[in-house]
Nanobody, 119 residues
Framework: QVQLVESGGGSVQAGGSLRLSCAVS????????MGWFRQAPGKEREYVVG????????YYADSVKGRFTISRDNANNTVYLQMNNLKPEDTAIYYC????????????WGQGTQVTVSS
């Protein structure tokens, strides 16, 4: 069973940057996809970006294109989310997630890390 632990959240002013990390433990198969989601207070969970563990292909939500970058370090089993030019509307709890392939839903989740952006 894969386990995920996020870190790197915090508080920044608008225009600032943060980098989130997701440490992945357990057996990882080549078909796996890693994703970042976020949930703001009073709103539904929102997809942010996904990356193929081996392929490295990425898919971004329009709301973060050009500002956020996902990457992975396969040797250290870590996925990163670099967030630049942060906006107050980016304030949310950010979750790392994994799915067995693009054919399945994300079904393993981390505990989340809070990101707060002030204007």
């Amino acid at each position: 069973q894969v386990q995920l632990v996020e870190s790197g959240g915090g508080s920044v002013q608008a225009g600032g940057s943060l980098r989130l990390s997701c440490a992945v433990s357990g057996r990882i198969f080549s078909s796996y996809w890693m994703g970042w989601f976020r949930q703001a207070p009073g709103k539904e969970r929102e997809y942010v970006v996904g990356i193929g563990w081996v392929s490295g292909r990425t898919y971004y939500a329009d709301s973060v294109k050009g500002r956020f970058t996902i990457s992975r370090d396969n040797a250290n089993n870590t996925v990163y989310l670099q967030m630049n030019n942060l906006k107050p509307e980016d304030t949310a709890i950010y979750y790392c997630a994994v799915r067995e392939s693009r054919l399945y839903d994300y079904n393993v989740w981390g505990q989340g890390t809070q990101v707060t952006v002030s204007s």
